[in-house]
């Protein structure tokens, strides 16, 4: 097989590979101390001596070693078909923004071109992070998953000191200075996958028992205090399904989660119909907009008239009559509103078509991923992804109320874009140790 062939088909050094590597995970160890396959615990009398080098510690350690390679980590191409569905989302999705972006855009900053350029600027970078990201063998992350945890928590902090908002009512925006914004809970989303993936793997042996599931709660508990704090329902949900979706993956017992799962959604439609006034009123004006037309059913209603005006065949591109100042935010939220109206029903049906091949090629990789880990961390980004998506289009077609909910690659955002396409470089990564099976 040649060098760039991915991992071996003969699973069987893999397997024992696999076996020894969770197990060290699991009682805690790093990956450095894990014996190759066949190889013995003990020294070998007949090995010249090696001195030992001094490790540093803290961001130096962490940073450095992401970096350096491994001779017992077979690592192979990027997974092309899934990245060559990322690259065509990318351009997809910045031909939308473009055509639904122009108009504010000149009415705003009298150039037409503010937004795309920005966010064409953050996707070429993304997409560098990404193919840079995904050198890292992906085994490396254990050690950031507790500092983007923390981090996370502290930028959530954050917001509720000195946050800010966009055109909304929630402050979920931190400015400082000139510096460009920045949206922590897209920090918060990643570093989640991170942490429970890492926690499910050294925890795997007793991840069945209930008090396990404690630590997994808290860090729930913690993010969902903030988030619902600034108020961001849509992450809140995000992260609450991705979480539930990484540990039953991880093996946590079912009925224990469906007991959760069932008095978490109780709490949360309590607090959505009572406490958080301004999402009831938004369930209102869910179920018949016309009840306000031109106040929280305004958005709702002109986002309708776009999508039932496209029509089977669209208005043509460029052609969206929404766009022109009627259709609030056509360029974030709504944005594949403005697609329906000029793709009309075939346009929009190939872009979810597009989303759902991404998606499954996503999860085609998990399930070749080489290690337990590898799986999590790709399952827990996928179905990050699927739930944006499914959450965007209801919103938009009036499925499902208002939630805040940005199309990925697509809605204008540096924040979600750079996390996002870091995450996909993530995916890369484990697609580079894929097992191919015979």
């Known amino acids: ?74 690592i192979g191409p990027i997974d092309v078909p899934f990245f060559l569905l990322l690259l065509a989302i990318t351009v997809v999705g910045l031909i939308s923004l473009f055509s639904a972006s122009y108009t504010a855009a000149y009415y705003k900053f009298n150039n037409p071109y503010h937004y795309i350029s920005s966010q064409a600027l953050y996707a070429v970078i993304g997409i560098g992070v990404a193919l840079v990201i995904s050198r890292i063998p992906y085994q490396k992350l254990h050690r950031l998953a507790i500092p983007a945890m923390i981090a996370a928590f502290v930028l959530l902090a954050l917001v509720t000191l000195i946050g800010t908002s966009l055109n909304t009512e929630a402050k979920r925006w931190i400015k400082i200075g000139t510096l460009p914004t920045f949206q922590p809970s897209e920090l918060a989303k990643a570093a989640l996958v991170l942490i429970f993936s890492s926690l499910c793997i050294r925890m795997r042996d007793r991840i069945k028992q209930p008090k396990s599931l404690i630590p997994f709660f808290i860090i729930l508990g913690v993010m969902s205090f903030f988030l619902l704090g600034q108020p961001h329902l849509s992450a809140t949900i995000i992260i609450l399904v991705t979480g539930f979706v990484i540990l039953f993956v991880g093996g946590a017992n079912v009925l224990h989660l469906t007991g959760i799962v069932c008095i978490g959604a109780a709490g949360l439609a309590w607090l959505v119909l009572g406490p958080i006034k301004y999402q009831y009123d938004r369930i209102v004006t869910w179920i018949d907009p016309f009840i306000d037309p031109l106040g929280e059913g305004f958005q709702m209603l002109q986002s309708l008239y776009a999508v039932c005006s496209g029509g089977l065949w669209g208005l043509g591109l460029g052609q969206s009559r929404q766009k022109q100042m009627y259709l609030p935010e056509p360029y974030n939220d709504f944005i594949f509103s403005i697609t329906c109206e000029e793709l009309g029903f075939i346009g929009a049906s190939l872009i979810i078509i597009l989303f759902a091949a991404f998606v499954i090629r996503g999860f085609y990789i998990a399930l070749r991923s080489r290690d337990t880990f590898g799986t999590l961390l790709v399952v827990g980004f996928m179905t990050q992804i699927s739930i944006q998506v499914f959450f965007n289009i209801g919103v938009v077609t009036n499925l499902l109320p208002v939630t805040g909910a940005s199309l990925p690659f697509f809605s204008s955002g540096g924040t979600s874009a750079l996390m996002l396409y870091a995450q996909m470089g993530i995916v890369l990564s484990v697609s580079r140790q894929m097992t191919i099976r015979s």
């Open 1 to 74: 097989m040649s060098d760039h062939s991915h991992p071996s088909s003969d699973r069987t050094d893999d397997s024992l590979y696999i076996s020894s590597y969770d197990k060290q995970l699991a009682a805690g160890n790093s990956i450095v101390d894990v014996p190759l396959p066949g190889e013995s615990d003990a020294p070998d009398a007949t090995a010249p001596s090696r001195k030992k080098k001094k490790k540093r510690g803290g961001l130096w350690s962490i940073s450095i070693g992401l970096f350096q390679s491994d001779e017992r980590l077979k």
